[in-house]
Structure formats: C-alpha cells, structure tokens
Nanobody
C-alpha cells in the first residue's frame, strides 16, 4: 500500500537546523511531484516547498534562503533542509505526493524554541 513516512522533526533552538525526510513506497515516486506543507497550531495548513519530477524547486517566500527541498529518486525520498530556524517555523510538517493521485504523510512535529 501507499506510504509516506516523515521523520527528522524535533525540538531545536532558534537559529538551528533540521533535515526532514519523507520516505515513499507503494507508488512510482519518480513520476510524482513532491511537496512539503506545514500546519501551525490554530492555523490552516500551508504550502512550504515543492520539487517537480524534473528537479525544479520552489519555496515559500518566508523560508526562501533558509529551506531547501531535494529528492533522491533512487531512495524514493524527499528532503527538506531547514536552516536558521525561527519560532514561527514551529508546526507539524507534512509531505505530499502530487500526480495522478494525491498522497499525504502523517506529519512530523518541528518545534523551534529556546
């Protein structure tokens, strides 16, 4: 069955870094665009970054220069490198596969706090 499993979240101090991973299985990963979303407490889920099947990337303006999305089709994994983290980056981060079908992961918590 289809699975998207996020990992790498945790508690980090402001200015710190985290690398999120999303391991995919059960579908043709290389033929899907992959995206990261986040949802902070009391807020709607928002798009953060995306990478196309061809490797083209785009990130939300508020994280530009701090977050980098990448993918490894050999490992069926998409990554989100997050640097210079701020308290406002605190959220549950979700990965999403977008193609003929749409799949979501279960999310991983990222907390930025001193």
């Amino acid at each position: 069955q289809v699975q998207l499993v996020e990992s790498g979240g945790g508690l980090v101090q402001p200015g710190g870094s985290l690398r999120l991973s999303c391991a995919a299985s059960g579908f043709s990963f290389s033929t899907y665009a992959m995206l990261w979303y986040r949802q902070a407490p009391g807020k709607e889920r928002e798009w953060v970054a995306g990478i196309s099947t061809g490797g083209n990337t785009n990130v939300k303006d508020s994280v530009k220069g701090r977050f980098t999305i990448s993918r490894d089709n050999a490992k069926n994994t998409v990554y989100l490198q997050m640097d210079s983290l701020k308290p406002e980056d605190t959220a549950v981060y979700y990965c999403k596969a977008s193609g003929p079908y749409t799949y979501w992961g279960q999310g991983t918590q990222v907390t930025v706090s001193s």
